[in-house]
T-cell receptor, first 109, second 115 residues
Framework: AQTVTQSQPEMSVQEAETVTLSCTYDTSESNYYLFWYKQPPSRQMILVIRQEAYKQQNATENRFSVNFQKAAKSFSLKISDSQLGDTAMYFCAFWGMRFGAGTRLTVKP | NAGVMQNPRHLVRRRGQEARLRCSPMKGHSHVYWYRQLPEEGLKFMVYLQKENIIDESGMPKERFSAEFPKEGPSILRIQQVVRGDSAAYFC?????????????FGAGSRLTVL
């Protein structure tokens, strides 16, 4: 069974700084997709970024980028130039269906 | 395009009553997923349905919980004889195809409180 582990229950960062959220997973599959979703206080789940395991290049979406290490089964999310609106729960997901426990990120002014 | 619609947004039930949560997927989406989120916890997969079929119910408790996605109408998650431990937010998501590559579109969730 696939498992997704987020080892940082809570993190905080100063506005404009950079923060990295960790995610590891376990699978025997060779090709798959990984996702990061955010859940702001409104509780609406929003896609942040998606990575296909087959692709070597790390996905990037504006201030959000991933560090995908397939051999290590690691999929971390880097948020650059953090903004107050980035305050949310962040969930790592495998194939879009299996979610980690989440990391609560607080951006401080 | 209204997105994924869930109702009710808030539901209060007494122990032993039944709870029915409804989910209308995004237009053009025929695949529905239900998740449960306990307070301060992550999303736990419950069930994945296609029209008139349950594809994966590996996360669904064996008793008291059932789900359906009829040919016409919304998907329904039904919880019989609710207990306090069922208090949670229940999220529905939809996708246009079964591919795990799809980005899921989530509803706003239904918060169930069991008194």
């Amino acid at each position: 069974a696939q498992t997704v582990t987020q080892s940082q229950p809570e993190m905080s960062v100063q506005e404009a700084e950079t923060v990295t959220l960790s995610c590891t997973y376990d699978t025997s599959e060779s090709n798959y997709y990984l996702f990061w979703y955010k859940q702001p206080p409104s509780r609406q789940m929003i896609l942040v970024i998606r990575q296909e395991a087959y692709k070597q290049q790390n996905a990037t979406e504006n201030r959000f980028s991933v560090n995908f290490q397939k051999a290590a089964k690691s999929f971390s999310l880097k948020i650059s130039d953090s903004q107050l609106g980035d305050t949310a729960m962040y969930f790592c997901a495998f194939w879009g269906m299996r979610f980690g426990a989440g990391t609560r990120l607080t951006v401080k002014p | 395009n209204a997105g994924v619609m869930q109702n009710p947004r808030h539901l209060v039930r007494r122990r032993g009553q039944e709870a029915r949560l409804r989910c209308s997927p995004m237009k053009g989406h025929s695949h529905v997923y239900w998740y449960r989120q306990l307070p301060e916890e992550g999303l736990k997969f419950m069930v994945y349905l296609q029209k008139e079929n349950i594809i994966d119910e590996s996360g669904m408790p064996k008793e008291r919980f059932s789900a359906e996605f009829p040919k016409e109408g919304p998907s329904i998650l039904r919880i019989q004889q609710v207990v306090r431990g069922d208090s949670a937010a229940y999220f529905c998501a939809s996708s246009p195809s079964p591919s795990g590559a799809n980005v899921l579109t989530f509803g706003a969730g239904s918060r169930l409180t069991v008194l």
